[in-house]
């Protein structure tokens, strides 16, 4: 096969790797989105903060110690103990079930009947409200997290692809991983949301509100738990692309790049944001691959936008979105 | 007691629909322009200029142009940042290319060329609404910006990709570059501000305007009373980005001089003037200025405070402050979804019933 394919065939599977980390990120907005129409643009700050507690758990920092410190002249930064990785993620998602509850009561519960754009931009206030809190609590400089997920270069794809082809691809064994977890959590979701009275009543919310109401459903009760839920889809994707790119300011970038993910696949489809994150990661890798060279580069920062938008000009709910209809 | 219609007859036409009906309204804001044009900058230093005035005028300017478009036609859009930088660099390529050519008149045309571009990135609109048309506008950020950064003809092929102010005058007086007075810089932008101001609210209580709001309140039914939806959407997209590419050529020429085009006008930027808008309030040229007042004004309020006041290090002053500017706009949020404007608006009701509220 000429070098070319093989380069793009290698492309195309890293895209897919990458489309799955969308897909991740994207998958805490479908859930909140359905639940209670709420766009959480916080998701990705939710994926930094769950992120940097999970290293600041794990290293046994002291939460808010600069702040201990300016106020009391306190020189405290550690504990002095390391608590295992899974002790530790165990901590995290409570954690992010007590911010959950803590979004609900505070300021969501406040907010019900409020036009969405009012709801959005709630969620952008909580976004700078918890990078503020993440770097107050656990500092804000870049930290590695190591959880004990496999790194570097898949030895076994690398040697089967060179005997077959004469060129070994590169695949990264954490892309892999994290497939494979993205996959599970889709499943694990999905029997959650079918088989269990809790998925049930989360499906009759997110078809009709007073009708859930009406038949016994709480929908405070509801609310906090697909906001734990999504606290939890995002600590798996902050867990991911931590341990890929280390913990900074960075990585609450990815809700910008879940979002056209969310347009192609609609809204309030989980299928549709898997399939959309792997249409948008091939698509841009390939676009990069392919015509990047021509126009300078660096096409990924605006491509998946651009995909999106012109998608959306054919079909504006999107893939898999529930159809649009206007009455007057 | 001061404060009501009572006793102020209308007995022409003109006089029935001037922009402020109570005569306390149109005194205070004769007394408010006239602190501004003619006791401010007597008294305007650098520091004021900087770090308050000129960072506010400007933010003004693009928090109405972006006013009109969400506040009015409910046109919902993320790409401000884009299209300041679209003015920025359009104002750049005007001074480098016609030097003789005054100013003033590279930033209304900086304007129009914004305009064009924002008609093109609103096209979409007629197709895609809602939060789908507000992802949709990210396009135009992400995509504005990466070309600024990526084409050398669009920064003269500098070296560093960045782009600078040569120094411009109007009538004599320096207002770019890098030997302006504060009290020039400050004049200018002003005037700016208060043109945007005057033809915004003109043209939002005109024919123009009232389509926009039909648009808004329920698209169909507009149509079906006759608006025409393309001309009605693609109006506010152009007017909309004329103001915002006005804030954008002065943010670049007089206020920073140098601009390099991700750090300047970033997604954060389209953030920053949302907020003025939903703080100050939709739909409302008073709330822009106000937004964009409060968003200016807290920042270096709290950094006076925690700083300044308790000595406290810099980087735990700024994390607290984003922590404090997030609760801020949620309490806002939950307390007056409809923005300072509408709280502006109860006072006004007090006011004309005080003293005798029964």
Redesign the interface.
Known sequence: MPDQVLFAMEVTLNGLMAGVLYSLVALGFVLIFKASGI?NYAQGVMALFAAATLVGIMDGQVPFS??IN?IFGTDLHHFGWHVPALLAIVLTVGVMIVLAWLVQKL?MR??VN?????L???T??????????S??MWG?SIKTLDVGLPQGINDTIDRVTFDAFGYGFFIDNLDIVAAIIAALLVIALMAFNQYTKEGRALRAVADDHQAALSVGISLNFIWVLVWSLAGFVALVAGMMWGAKSGVQFSLSLIA?KA??V??LGG?TSIPGAIVGGLIIGVGEKLFEFLIGPM?????E??FA??L??LF??FR?Q?LFGEK?I??? | MIYREAGDFSTTYQQDSQTFPIRFDRYRYYAILAVAFLLVPFFINDYWANAILLPFLIYAIAAIGLNILVGYCGQVSLGTGGFMAVGAYACYKLMTSFPDVNIFFHVILAGFVTAGVGVIFGLPSLRIKGFYLAVATLAAQFFLVWMFNKFGWFYNYSASGQINAPERSVFGIVVTGPNTHAWATYLFCLVFCVGAALIARNLTRGTMGRTWMAIRDMDIAAEIIGVNPLKAKMTAFAVSSFFVGVAGALFFSVYLGAVEVTEAFGIQKSFIVLFMIIIGGMGSIFGSFAGAAFIVLLPVFLKNVLVGGFGWATDVAAHLELMILGGLIITFLILEPHGLAAFWKTIKEKLRLWPFPH
């Open positions: 766009f600069h702040l300016a300021v406040h907010l409020q036009e969405p754009i009012i959005f931009m709630a952008i206030g909580l976004a700078y409200f918890l990078e503020g809190l770097d107050l804000s910008l979002l056209p969310l347009m809204f126009v300078g580069g660096a096409t920062n605006w936008y651009v999106a938008l959306l000009v504006p999107g649009i206007e009455r007057v």
